[in-house]
Structures are given as structure tokens and as C-alpha cells.
């Protein structure tokens, strides 16, 4: 679900998937860092979609990415994750881009953007970078789950299932930064942990779904992602 990514549904997992025991999840050392060569900003100093592209984590526990990692601007991304993800119904319907997001993405739909998922058992990981401004970035991360959306439903193929979603912010990870939980009110084995931080001339997401997401698995992934976009991007 991070970034336009996941959505939990049926109480399994509709995403590519990784990591048992998150704790030992991808490091800046185990991820090729950015070529010397390609440049790090546009002609304006905003970041591109290649470089972001290059920012992301290549390996989760030593597994390499599921696919290439994909770039373009972060409305188009959406849009066709939203195509692949038509056939669920949230309700209410003000609950969907909390669930399904994590964030308050209208200020970032032309924005340049990059993802990249891992497969690693039953569990799924993703990382999403967006190129971001500091106002844009203040906007995102003030933005909270919505009211009457502590818990919600999903139906897909008819049947219904039902679903809790509660945040909170976090320190120690970008200028700041808030972590999203999403989990089944009756299937507590698979849960979903969101986290989006704010670094300098982007903003972050990485996700943990399954059996073994945990808000310190995300949270280390996090601190992990973060230094190596900070690091490749500076």
C-alpha cells in the first residue's frame, strides 16, 4: 500500500511480498548506490524521476527487487495502480486514499516519482521516492487519516471485510515523519505498517505488509531508506 501501492483485501496480501523478521531489512550497503554520472537534479534543481529511480533500495535482506524499479510522475503511477486496484469498494468512500495511500497526495500528482517492490515468502515490501518541495512536503505530513475512518470496509468480488487504521508521528527519520497501521478487525495474522518521512527535495514512503510487519520493522526500514536516498541524492 505505500505510496499508491498496496491495498490489503480478502484478508490476504494483493501485493508482492517480503520479509520474514524485518529487523535486518535493507541497508544503504547492500544497495547500489547512484552513478557518478547521472545527474542528481534537473535544469531547475528539482530531482527527476532517473535519479529518484536510482535513490531506491536495490535489496531487502540481501533479496534483490521482484521488478525493475518503475519512475514517471506520481499521478500517472497512481493512475495505474488505480486501474489494477478498480475492483474494491471503500467505505466511506473519504477513507480510500488513507487506506490505499497513506497520505494526502493532491499536492504531489505532477510531481516525479519512483518505486520498486521485494518478494521475500508471504510478506511484501515497497519503497516509493517523490520529488517534493518543502511546502508540498509540509502539506503531505500534516495531512491525518480522516475523521470516521478508524475503522472501514473493503468489498471486493462481493464480499466484505473490515479493517482499522490508526497513525502517529515519529522522530529520528527526515525533517519528519508519521507511520500509517492498517490491519484486519477480525484476521490480526496479516497487518500493514506505512511510513512517510520528509528529506530534503523529496518525500519517502516504504510499507511492510503480512504476517511479520511491525511498526519496528517499517521504522528500520525506514531510518535504512532514508540515509541511502539522503546519501545518493545529496
Sequence with gaps: MAGSCWRIASGLLLVPA???????CGNGASSTAASSSTATSSANGALTAATLREALLTRVNG???????????????????????????????????????????????AAPAAAVTFRVGTN???????????????????????????QYQETVAGKTYTYNMKEKAISGIGNQARVLNVYGASVKSDQMWSLVYQGKGFIGTVTVVGPNATEQAVTELGQQAYAFATKSLS
Design 18 to 24: 517480503a520479509v520474514a523478521g524485518m529487523a535486518g
Design 63 to 109: 533479496v534483490a527487487a521482484a521488478a525493475p524499479a518503475s519512475s514517471g510522475t506520481y499521478s500517472s503511477m497512481q493512475a495505474a495502480n488505480g486501474k489494477a486496484a478498480s475492483g474494491v469498494q471503500v467505505s466511506p468512500k473519504t477513507c480510500a486514499e488513507a487506506a490505499s495511500v497513506g497520505f494526502n497526495s493532491a499536492a504531489l500528482g
Design 124 to 150: 511484501g515490501v515497497s519503497e516509493v521516492l517523490i520529488a517534493s518541495s518543502a511546502k508540498s512536503a509540509a502539506t503531505v505530513l500534516a495531512a491525518h487519516v480522516p475523521t470516521g475512518c478508524a
